[in-house]
């Protein structure tokens, strides 16, 4: 009965590396959302999706790409993992620009 | 673009001290406002929002925010922390307008010594 998931909890990856990381949300909602958040805390959103709609793309490497087969998922695919992209990343969604529900995270480390 | 900036950026109190964690937002439009908690190594939970009417709102685990509009302000207040209340805390604001991001301040940490 988890609200929103996300899989996998850990992804330790070399660099150069492609991977993908899963988000599913149970709760109806019409958004959903991308978050990074560095080692200072600080939570930078990548992409929302609303209706199968890309509505924001706050200037993210094209590495990166967001891909939502249906409304309760919203999938990120990472190509030629770097460095500086290790994170945690945050999934989440809400109805509209109401209150966000997170996901767990997905801690990325890229050696 | 909107920003949301928060006055702290580590809080340290003993419990039962009183807390207030400052947050401001520089957007011209009407917005929805939050406050989020993360505890260590959890996601972010939501503890209090406002959307219109009282401007005070009263959240979960004893904290309170009030809104001032000429201020562009959403304070967070607790009247006496304790130890569980250690985690981040980030404000966040929602512009009403279609289109705008959802955006977080950069959180503020509060450690509270037993």
């Known amino acids: 009965d988890t609200a929103v998931s996300q899989t996998p909890k850990y992804l330790v990856t070399q660099m150069g590396n492609d991977k993908s990381i899963k988000c ?13 958040q560095d080692s200072k805390k600080f939570l930078k959103i990548m992409f929302s999706y609303n209706n199968k709609e ?13 891909k939502s087969p249906d409304k309760a998922h919203l999938n990120l695919h990472i190509n030629s993992l770097e460095l500086g992209d290790s994170a945690v990343y945050f999934c989440a969604s809400s109805i509209g620009y109401g209150e966000q529900f997170f996901g767990p995270g997905t801690r990325l480390t890229v050696l | 673009a909107q920003s949301v900036s928060q006055h702290n950026h580590h809080v340290i109190l003993s419990e039962a001290a009183s807390l207030e964690l400052g947050c401001n937002y520089s957007y011209g439009g009407t917005v929805n406002l939050f406050w989020y908690v993360q505890y260590p190594g959890q996601h972010l939970q ?7 009417g009282d401007p005070l709102v009263k959240g979960i685990k004893g904290f309170e925010a009030e809104f001032i509009k000429s201020k562009f302000s959403f304070n967070l207040r607790k009247p006496s922390v304790q130890w569980s209340d250690t985690a981040e805390y980030f404000c966040a604001v929602s512009p009403r307008d279609y289109g705008q991001n959802f955006v977080f301040g950069p959180g503020t940490r509060l450690s509270v010594l037993p």
């Open chain 1, 54 to 66: 890309l509505i924001i793309n706050e200037t993210v490497p094209n590495r990166f790409s967001p």
């Open chain 2, 46 to 52: 939501l503890l209090l929002k406002y959307f219109s």
């Open chain 1, 24 to 36: 599913e949300q149970n709760l109806g909602h019409d958004t959903m959302y991308w978050y990074k």
